[in-house]
């Protein structure tokens, strides 16, 4: 199926932990629980009785394109089969409950789960149904909880929302520098280049006593020139920029003749 | 309307940056976002001629309780009135085209919003519409602009998504980022002053015939606006900007006389 259609962005992909989903009532959030996975490089979709039934012709509408991830989707009657060969199982929850397990972050989970999948373990994260969540026979055959930290007031998250979330802090962690794109082509101005922009300008104000006093001329100066530097001028902004400059000053001139 | 329904959630919440959808075209999006926002402690949303029409029925069937955002809508005409009291602003694209602006990751956007509004300013995050995004003008007003790292084979998120990303990473930032000192009695420029320099040097530029064709004009023009936006221009340097402008402007003609 690769390259195809069918199985559309799942090229290549590394191993990544397995979304369980549990008892799922509409049929939507699993089609969009697949699309949130699949931006993030997961496709290893588990159901366990999902209630909407499956397959299912809403998740597959809802998927917007994610069809491969439906496709390899794994069918369980029992959440013991669908965890059987994980090593380590993370479950969500709004509200952690009393229980004798470790609360985690997104964050903190993916780097764990970073961690384990880098040294060749199995990982899965479990959902609940939409209105109960799991239920605690369920939370206590995970290792940890996942708690997404939330406004106090307003806590309000789908499965697919918690699955993005989740999603995206593993892929996160897969990078650990932030990569900042410089625009490309751009050859920023020396020293010199600002220089000269700084001097043109200066040299056209004195010629028409905008300064007006030495004073004024000794604030304003050092002002113009911070302005520029803070601006991380290209060569070509600085010509431009002087040319605004020349033509800006000689303009009044031309209109004399 | 603090603590009834209508405003649930939104009971003392701190500055946060504002959300901006310009030519949203499905009310859906645009009650997701306020669901996708509210959990994050965001409420200010602005809209910019929404194309699926304002109040909207499915907006606020879509938003899941978070009806305190929508009625607290503003609703504007013009980009630049949505935009005009905000210091920073950051836009959101899936495609970061050939633009002099950095492009950031939405957790380093997080961490700079949060800088810059434990420092009192004000920030937004704009989005385009659903097919198209944001248009390369609208783009230009940015300071920067945010993208999410995503499965190369595979990039599919919608509005409310990239809002829930990014407004988790915003809520995430509170507790991590040390504040960055800002030179005191420094006042930043309001995006609002920043369109009157350009607007003010742009018609000094065509009185003179400075960018002789429309091309040139038409390439010319986005770079000005960008340098300036890169300066982090204070409301003092805007103002001596001006100044220099129109003595510069005017001096040739003084000398006429």
Same mark, same amino acid.
């Given at each position: 199926m690769a390259g195809t259609d069918r199985a559309?962005?799942?090229?290549g992909l590394a191993p990544a932990p397995a979304v369980v989903l549990v008892g799922t009532q509409l049929g939507e959030n699993?089609?969009?629980?697949?699309?949130?996975m699949l931006n993030f490089g997961l496709c290893d979709l588990r159901l366990v009785r999902p209630k909407c039934g499956w397959p299912n012709v809403k998740a597959l509408a809802a998927s917007s394109g994610a069809s491969g991830v439906l496709n390899h989707v794994r069918l369980h009657d029992a959440l013991g089969d669908a965890i059987a060969? $994980?090593? =380590? +199982?993370? /479950?969500?929850?709004?509200?952690?409950?009393?229980?004798?397990k470790p609360v985690l972050t997104p964050r903190a989970a993916a780097s764990q789960m970073r961690t384990q999948v880098d040294a060749g373990r199995r990982v899965g994260i479990l959902f609940g149904p939409e209105r109960t969540g799991l239920a605690?026979?369920?939370?206590?055959?995970?290792?940890?909880?996942?708690?997404?930290?939330?406004?106090?007031?307003y806590a309000s998250l789908n499965i697919a929302q918690t699955v993005l979330?989740?999603?995206?802090?593993?892929?996160?962690?897969?990078?650990?520098?932030?990569?900042?794109?410089?625009?490309?082509?751009?050859?920023?101005?020396?020293?010199?280049?600002?220089?000269?922009? $700084?001097? =043109? +300008?200066? /040299?056209?104000?004195?010629?028409?006593?905008?300064f007006r006093t030495p004073d004024r001329r000794?604030?304003?100066?050092?002002?113009?020139?911070?302005?520029?530097?803070?601006a991380e001028l290209a060569t070509s902004e600085v010509q431009l920029l002087r040319g605004v400059v020349?033509?800006?000053?000689?303009?009044?001139?031309?209109?004399?003749?």
């Open positions: 559309r962005g799942m090229d699993i089609g969009t629980t697949a699309r949130a060969d $994980l090593h =380590h +199982l993370y /479950a969500t929850t709004a509200r952690p409950r009393e229980l004798t605690n026979e369920e939370l206590l055959l995970a290792d940890a909880i996942v708690s997404v930290p939330l406004n106090p007031g979330l989740t999603g995206y802090e593993w892929f996160q962690s897969g990078t650990t520098v932030a990569p900042r794109q410089e625009p490309e082509g751009v050859i920023p101005a020396t020293k010199g280049e600002l220089a000269g922009l $700084l001097d =043109h +300008l200066v /040299a056209e104000l004195d010629a028409i006593e905008f000794a604030s304003m100066v050092p002002t113009l020139q911070a302005t520029f530097a803070r020349k033509d800006l000053a000689r303009g009044g001139r031309r209109k004399r003749g």
